[in-house]
């Protein structure tokens, strides 16, 4: 769900419940050096979910952004990957998101709500990825 976050996990859960809830990813790797932006993110991989989870704030980490190819992913109850385009643009007006934006970059599409926070990308055959988060703070407190 934009801006509220993905099953079980909503946005703002610290990084140990998300290990507990999920155990240790496949791969993770701390993203943004201190020292020069003074910003923290840490990115979880979990292969058998097809999700990767991003967690923000230097105080305590918690969960800020997800990113899915999982094609069983639900959007407002619809298989989200089995809808065109133009459905998914349907879908989120219809639930009072009307900043869109579209942007094609090396044969991928872009499709972005960003009062939603969310982006779908798109190929020939397509949807291929969502990404959706929301601002956390340096404390990890959803802004």
Known sequence: MPLKGYGEIPFGMSLDETVKLLGMPEFYEELSDMEETGNRSIYYEYEELETNIYFEGITKSVVACFETENQEATLYEKPVFDLTKEE??????????????EETEDDELRVSFEDALIDFFFDEDGLTAISWGVLVDDQGDII
Not at 88 to 101: H, N, T, V
């Open 88 to 101: 998914i643009i349907d879908l989120m007006k219809k639930q009072g998101f009307k900043e869109l934006e």
